[in-house]
């Protein structure tokens, strides 16, 4: 899309159809379908597969790019990190082979070793959408909410991320994950399920530097309601970040403390200024919808993502001469969309029961 010969025209009109089509499939004459599939788990399962076929044919050769210093670079980032702690290696981060210092944590990239591990990496996208269905099943989706947890698969973007290692979209399952295990956390059942939370925080808020003040407002989302879970997250987010510290600050210019710098020397004070501001403003938007209902913790989180976001990626775009080319940045709302598309799964389904 970004290097069709109008961009910006081609752009609108895949939002333009995407609206339509996802309007389509809530209110229109495509929910019968999406209700049908969403009742049968083989028709569900065999979707994924399909999805996990498209990537392992297309990953390796998408990735193989790298040959002629071509392609993204995002997933050596992860892999790279990845294998050094299976190896026993302080996460050092070694520059990519297009010269980039990678930005995921130690805590994402434990996560992702067993992919890393197996040559399987191209997988994390076809599992992270199998989690996504089975988070949205178990939180009272419905069968229609089940089918809906599919429809980003018919976005280009998300093809593209796929299809090239990106991280993003399973970085926002994570998220919306956790969410849904933070409210259903029960402090008298068995350490089992703290122990899952916590972990799962450790990779969320590893996965970039900057996501340690997400998993620490979604200790604030449950405050009011699960004081237990309150505490777990912002634990759990405290040690994960008191131990990243830990381990980077010898070699600080080869660790994601490098974003601070790099972001600041992109976008100038203004811009940090901006992105600190909407981050802010997010956070107490979000915090404002939420109840004691999962569905406004989805709603809330997707807020808080997306807008600071939103104001990065659209800086990068800015400080690229508004040449949508070369806009590197345009996937970095992805990471918002599983928690848009839970929100509004759960939320069809809860209006239809009333």
Not at 71 to 78: K, M, W
Not at 220 to 242: E, I
Not at 262 to 267: C, D, E, M, P, R
Not at 341 to 354: D, F, G, I, S
Request: proline share 6%.
């Amino acid at each position: 899309m970004r290097y069709a010969a109008a961009p910006l025209a081609v752009l609108l009109l895949v939002f333009a159809a995407s609206f339509l089509f996802y309007a389509a499939c809530l209110h229109g004459p495509l929910v019968p379908w999406i209700r049908r599939i969403g009742s049968h788990a083989a028709a569900l399962v065999v979707l994924v597969c399909v999805t996990a076929a498209i990537n392992l044919a297309v990953y390796p050769r998408v990735d193989a790019l790298k040959n002629l210093g071509r392609g993204s670079d995002e997933d050596d980032a992860v892999i790279s990190l990845a294998e050094r702690l299976i190896r026993g290696q302080r996460p050092l981060y070694v520059p990519t082979y297009l010269g980039n210092t990678p930005s995921p944590g130690p805590g994402w990239a434990l996560l992702v070793a067993p992919l890393a591990a197996t040559r399987t990496y191209a997988l994390l996208t076809p599992l992270a959408v199998a989690v996504l269905i089975w988070t949205i099943g178990r939180s009272g989706g419905g069968e229609g909410g089940r089918a809906l947890a599919l429809l980003p698969l018919t976005g280009i973007g998300f093809w593209e991320l796929s299809v090239t290692g990106s991280d993003l979209f399973a970085i926002g399952v994570l998220f919306t994950t956790l969410t849904a295990l933070a409210w259903s956390h029960d402090p008298r059942h068995p350490a089992a399920g703290a122990i899952v939370v916590a972990a799962l925080v450790g990779a969320a808020a590893s996965a970039r530097a900057p996501f340690a003040w997400v998993t620490a407002n979604l200790s604030l989302f449950t405050w009011r309601a699960r004081r237990a879970s309150a505490w777990l997250v912002a634990g759990a987010t405290a040690a994960t970040a008191a131990a990243e510290v830990w381990l980077w600050w010898p070699d600080r210019d080869r660790t994601p403390f490098h974003l601070l710098p790099k972001f600041a020397g992109l976008f100038g004070t203004t811009g940090v200024v901006i992105a600190i501001g909407a981050a802010v403003v997010s956070a107490g938007l979000a915090f404002a919808r939420v109840n004691d209902s999962l569905e406004t913790g989805w709603l809330a989180l997707w807020i808080l993502l997306t807008g600071p976001l939103a104001v990065v990626s659209i800086g990068v775009l800015s400080a690229a001469g508004w040449q949508i080319a070369a806009w590197q940045a345009a996937g970095y709302i992805v990471v918002s969309v599983p928690a848009l598309v839970a929100y509004v799964a759960v939320y069809t389904a809860h209006r239809e029961m009333t």
